[in-house]
């Protein structure tokens, strides 16, 4: 295991990456204090070397364990969070008068802390660390990558808050399917899918008794699994039906169910999630815009980054083009690939 010392005020020389693959730090960073707390919650390593380092902090001790800067708080906002949307989720299941200002105030929170630092959000967000209730982490996770797009496409911030709390309550509905259903490891009867497909109307009932919800919200669990093309559920509503806001919420839950692990399948890479938006784009089923802008995003963090292709064979992100963001130019070995010009390669993951 290779040590390494990071001081404040040193100028990296290398991106820093998470061992999962994600950029945390640039090439020619100037390290401060909120970069150092922030690698102590990620095991991390320099580009072009395979082995876990260890920080060592030769920073001056801070005189007080809270921080008030920076990465390090993600956590404990991120879990207070998920706290407050099982509580609200739980008093509603209950039939308990609810009120969902609590869950708002701390999503907020998080989402400030997240949007601080527009170029690492998605880290932040899947870096977090010991994290169980997956109904609810998604149903945050959804909220803060909405909040993201929003931030991405240049919206107001009132609608980039909206959207946040679009996705943090879009599956409420799913408080009123058996658990034995949302939990089941194996692939679903048919009857047993229209049960969950019920979600959207469970959810839409529980939230248009909040008088002071938006109504946005409320459509939002109703709506986030239609498709443009009709092809959706549970009305087969088509765009022109669809609110702009829906759209980026449908975009974000799709991305999130692909990249987060459940009960029936292991997360998968944000280069599989990335795959199946533009797929679906150019179906006609989601906001061609909305994704292409997202996937642009997602895909200038991971210049540099050392991937692994279905052929097998490793590469790396040289460059990523504007019209196909998906498709970068890798260098492989000595050579150039073009994935414009070759369909039958794709990125599978990153390299580990």
């Given amino acids: 295991m290779n040590q390494r010392e990071l001081n404040e005020g040193v100028c990296l020389e290398k991106n820093v990456h998470s061992k999962k693959g994600i950029l ?127 931030k991405i496409l240049n919206l107001p911030e009132k609608d980039i808050l909206l959207l946040g709390k679009m996705g943090i309550l879009h599956d409420i509905g799913k408080m009123h399917v058996p658990d034995d259903i949302l939990k089941k490891p194996s692939k679903l009867t048919d009857a047993e899918y229209e049960e969950v497909k019920l979600h959207t109307r469970y959810g839409f009932e529980i939230l248009s008794k909040l008088p002071s919800l938006n109504v946005m919200v409320s459509l939002g669990a109703l709506t986030h699994h239609e498709r443009l093309d009709g092809t959706g559920y549970p009305d087969s509503r088509k765009k022109e039906e669809l609110p702009f806001l829906v759209q980026i919420l449908s975009i974000a839950d799709i991305y999130d169910a692909i990249c987060t692990e459940r009960s029936y399948q292991k997360g998968k890479s944000s280069f599989i999630a990335i795959d199946q938006l533009v797929i679906d784009a150019n179906k006609g089923r989601l906001n061609e815009k909305i994704v292409n802008e997202f996937v642009r995003y997602l895909m200038k963090q991971y210049v540099g980054r050392s991937v692994v292709l279905n052929s097998g064979e490793k590469g790396v992100i040289a460059f990523v083009p504007y019209e196909s963001p998906h498709r970068p130019l890798l260098k492989i070995e000595n050579d150039y690939v073009d994935l414009k010009k070759v369909s039958s390669i794709f990125i599978t993951n990153f390299a580990s």
């Fill in 24 to 150: 945390l730090l640039r090439k020619g960073t100037k390290v401060n204090r909120a970069h150092i707390d922030m690698l102590k919650n990620h095991d991390w390593f320099f580009e072009g070397e395979e082995e876990q380092v260890v920080l060592q902090v030769n920073a001056p001790k801070m005189d007080t364990e809270i921080e008030t800067n920076g990465y390090p708080r993600i956590q404990q906002s991120y879990d207070q969070a998920v706290h407050s949307i099982r509580e609200f989720f739980d008093q509603v299941l209950s039939n308990l008068e609810a009120s969902v200002d609590k869950v708002f105030t701390q999503f907020s929170n998080v989402l400030e802390e997240v949007l601080e630092d527009e170029d690492q959000a998605v880290s932040l967000i899947y870096e977090v660390r010991d994290r169980d209730e997956v109904t609810y982490r998604h149903s945050l996770n959804v909220g803060l990558i909405s909040g993201l797009i929003g």
